[in-house]
């Protein structure tokens, strides 16, 4: 693939075990001939700047929202329950296919089954400036697959944040989910993301689970298809409205998304610090929101030190039952929490919280918010 496109930025993760990207601290990106590991597990979308053959990868993650039937949260995702959704899933990818294979020759397009979800790859030549996003959303709106991310019920989807987003990184064949079951607890079952055909996909009755290195099947190699005429004139006519891409606003400040807060339903016993967190509305929000933002959370955790005096371990309790955060991860959060703990480290310089301005200025509250913390 590098050779093939030319590939000038380092874009492969030479890490054996996730998906972790350390590149505050010297990158684990290298090129595809410095991998070190025996299998690669990831790498950056293929951007046409990353290459002189000016090859746009496009790439669709299709999942299901951790749910089950009824409703409830799914914490540990068994090799059972992906089989039982596979014909659903299957079925949300055939309507990704439906709008791709018309325009694209099925020789070009590959499928990789992660281990639960399944991605729909294919590269194009040839494209401008924007017709990247203009393709992405055209197959995302035409395709009338919801958005698994914020999802609150089971749904079979498109994660459409990941889709849209333009610098990302994203598995490979090869890949396996090692992290994920010994070190996150996500799932029972060893599993290496495997390739299959858009053929293969519509006559596999089960989900393509792949437990052993040996058994990966890859693609002979990533090819790319000149960019077809009809598909760029289709994408470009849709109404701009319909757009589920939305371009980058330049604020001074990055809190021009809307916040999706998720509501509590249910009563808080009184001796549990979160009856004394929900009394303001802009610390309960960080807690409740799905897609709290990293700089945020040092403010909730500094309310709930210098303010409510809980100790470490309450914290923890406190987060993890009534968090809402897309990307929780308990370990990640026991590593940050404990910094604002120990003496010397960066976190635990400022020993108070946050002002009411410095809420506001961030978005958390608007001004003039009044609570029992805030007169
Ligand atoms: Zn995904
Ligand atoms: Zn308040």
Not at 2 to 21: M, N, P, Q
Not at 128 to 156: M, R, Y
Not at 256 to 268: L, M, T
Request: charged share 30%; glycine share 4%; hydrophobic share 35%.
């Amino acid at each position: 693939m590098e050779l093939d496109f030319g590939i000038s930025r380092k874009i492969f993760l030479d890490v054996a075990t996730g998906w972790y990207d350390f590149s505050k601290r010297g990158s684990n990106l290298v090129s595809a001939k410095d991998i070190s590991i025996p299998h690669i597990q990831g790498r950056y979308r293929l951007n046409a700047c990353d290459n002189a053959k000016r090859v746009q990868e496009f790439f669709f993650d299709l999942e299901w929202s951790s749910f089950t039937p009824h409703g409830e949260k799914v914490d540990l995702v068994t090799r059972e329950l992906v089989d039982y959704y596979f014909p659903q899933l299957r079925e949300a990818a055939f309507q990704v296919l439906d709008i791709v294979l018309p325009f694209i020759q099925k020789q070009y397009v590959y499928i990789r089954a992660s281990g639960t979800g399944l991605h729909i790859i294919f590269f194009l030549e040839g494209l401008q400036e924007g017709d990247w996003e203009a393709i992405t959303q055209f197959i995302i709106v035409k395709s009338c697959l919801p958005n698994t991310k914020h999802a609150s019920s089971l749904v079979f989807g498109l994660d459409a944040d990941t889709i849209i987003s333009s610098d990302r990184k994203i598995s490979e064949f090869g890949s396996w989910n090692k992290w994920k079951k010994d070190f996150k607890h996500e799932v029972d079952y060893l599993n290496f993301a495997t390739f299959l055909t858009p053929d293969e996909l519509f006559l596999a009755e089960h989900y393509p689970f792949c437990p052993k290195f040996e058994a990966v099947r890859y693609p002979e190699r990533y090819r790319s298809f000149p960019a077809p005429e009809r598909l760029l004139t289709e994408a470009k006519r849709l109404p701009p409205a319909d757009s589920p891409i939305q371009r980058k606003q330049s604020t001074s400040l990055p809190t021009a998304q809307k916040r999706i807060v998720v509501p509590f339903e249910g009563d808080i016993p009184l001796d549990d610090p979160a009856s004394k967190v929900r009394r303001c509305s802009a610390y309960w929000n960080i807690l409740r929101s799905r897609d709290t933002e990293w700089y945020e959370r040092p403010f909730l955790v500094k309310h709930l030190i210098y303010v409510l005096k809980l100790t470490e371990q309450e914290i923890l309790k406190l987060i993890d039952t009534y968090r809402c955060w897309d990307d929780y991860d308990p370990k990640i959060t026991r590593f940050y929490v404990r910094k604002h703990f120990r003496e010397g480290s960066s976190y635990s310089k400022v020993k108070k919280a946050p002002r009411i301005e410095t809420l506001v200025k961030y978005g958390l509250c608007e001004k003039g918010h009044v609570c029992e913390f805030h007169k």
